[in-house]
């Protein structure tokens, strides 16, 4: 694959996902074998559940294929269109045709299922997960971890009380090129790092345009599909891919493309939370359905650090010569990094470091895929865990509940709530549509 390709392939792939599926009903599924724990030993088969079989799901499907201990027991969608592609997939890697369901409680609820693969819209991303964790499966989720930070914060609650292994799906952080270039700013070599930015320039990212509610396409179950989402009428541009450009499912980029660029750039910082966001944009591109900022610039205030995310639609002539990137400032000199490598710009008054550049490693999520099932087997934690997952995600909510209050929030780390701002700190919490109940929360 071309790097033009794989740059194409990598920006769509980062802001897909598929769909969520989910309903009250009552459950039966054949049991293969009986249960293990959801612990395979090294030497037996992983045997998989898919929930959400959108795009992100059919590429997190072929990947997870490329490690021949893996078997596709069950594919969960709420699109019979989707289902019939993830078919497609399995019969073609594996020469077999997978169960299908559009109700994810029967994925849980099968013995013959140790690990659950979450590749669904945002909104349906927490009750999988926690409830995949209470039956004793381990879970590899898509990026961001969840809607809200209080979800991320029960998920993360739902894998340590049932000992789960759970990988947040942004592979970047298994990426052997932006490994190393965060080491070499944790060895201080780069100085003190005053400054840590992200950005990303879509050029290729259109407007959806203006379309009226209608019937649901045949074959989807619209309820599902919304599940804990507020009730509203089917509307094309509300769904599938475009999801993500509306609060009741998602946050826009700056939880897709956000998620995956504050990973990177925390990777080189420590462990600390920020101490508050202030967020500016606005709709100044995009004519369209679309609620999100297709421009937006945040800043954090961390206690050694400012951190800026920016993005905006429309445009490829990002920052530094490059549609997106991240760089780490410090006082002996700059790295800035990408997919293609990353090099080192020396400050002038400094004679302790030298230029450089490193060219890039290629795809990482076949190495991240692989790092989850190592540690399905050895029970270890993987590179991307939820506590990492969790801490990067909220960096990325905390930008938005600024942008939406259009205040400055100050973050109260330890009991994760906004100070002093009962209306920004509403939009932590989880507001789910009746029945629908999420476990663990901090806040209903």
Not at 207 to 228: E, F, M, N, Q, T
């Amino acid at each position: 694959m071309t790097m033009l390709s794989r740059r194409r392939f990598l920006a769509r792939s980062a802001v897909s996902a598929g769909l969520a599926p989910i309903a009250l009903g009552a459950l039966s599924s054949p049991f293969v074998r009986s249960a293990r724990a959801g612990e395979p030993a090294s030497n037996e088969k992983v045997r998989l559940g898919l929930i959400g079989c959108g795009t992100m799901g059919q590429g997190d499907l072929n990947c997870f294929f490329l490690n021949q201990e893996v078997e596709c027991a069950v594919i969960c969608d709420v699109d019979d269109a989707r289902l019939g592609e993830g078919v497609k997939i399995c019969e073609k890697e594996r020469g077999k045709r997978p169960d299908t369901t559009k109700e994810f409680r029967r994925v849980l609820d099968r013995k013959d299922v140790d690990v659950v693969l979450v590749a669904t819209p945002d909104h349906w991303h927490a009750l999988p997960t926690v409830m995949a964790c209470q039956a004793g499966k381990d879970v590899y989720v898509e990026k961001p971890l969840a809607k809200t930070i209080d979800e991320g914060r029960a998920m993360l609650e739902a894998a340590k009380k049932h000992n789960r292994i759970v990988q947040m799906g942004s592979q970047w952080r298994s990426c052997p090129h932006m490994i190393e270039a965060s080491e070499f700013v944790k060895s201080g070599k780069l100085g003190k790092v005053s400054l840590v930015r992200g950005w990303a320039y879509l050029d290729w990212l259109p407007s959806i345009g203006h379309k009226p509610d209608c019937a649901a396409p045949a074959g989807v179950d619209y309820d599902r599909w919304l599940g804990p989402a507020p009730k509203h009428a089917f509307n094309p541009n509300r769904f599938h891919f475009n999801f993500r450009w509306f609060w009741d499912y998602a946050g826009g980029l700056m939880t897709d493309w956000g998620v995956h660029l504050i990973n990177m750039m925390l990777m080189g910082m420590g462990p600390e939370p920020p101490r508050s966001a202030f967020s500016s944009g606005g709709k100044f591109v995009l004519d369209d359905d679309s609620e999100t900022p297709d421009s937006q610039v945040t800043v954090y205030e961390f206690p050694n650090y400012m951190l800026v995310w920016e993005h905006k639609a429309g445009l490829n002539n990002g920052l530094q010569g490059r549609s997106w990137g991240v760089e780490w400032s410090g006082t002996e000199g700059t790295i800035i990094m990408n997919d293609s490598g990353w090099e080192i710009i020396t400050e002038k008054k400094q004679a302790n470091l030298e230029s450089a550049r490193k060219k890039g490693s290629g795809d990482p999520r076949p190495a991240h895929v692989r790092n989850f099932l190592d540690c399905v087997k050895s029970r270890q934690q993987p590179v991307l865990n939820l506590d990492r997952g969790h801490h990067v995600s909220t960096v990325a909510h905390l930008g938005n509940i600024a942008y939406r209050t259009g205040r400055k929030v100050s973050w109260d780390s330890a009991n994760e709530k906004v100070a002093g701002d009962h209306e920004a700190d509403k939009l932590v919490g989880v507001n789910y549509r009746k029945p629908w109940k999420l476990p663990y929360t901090r806040r209903g």
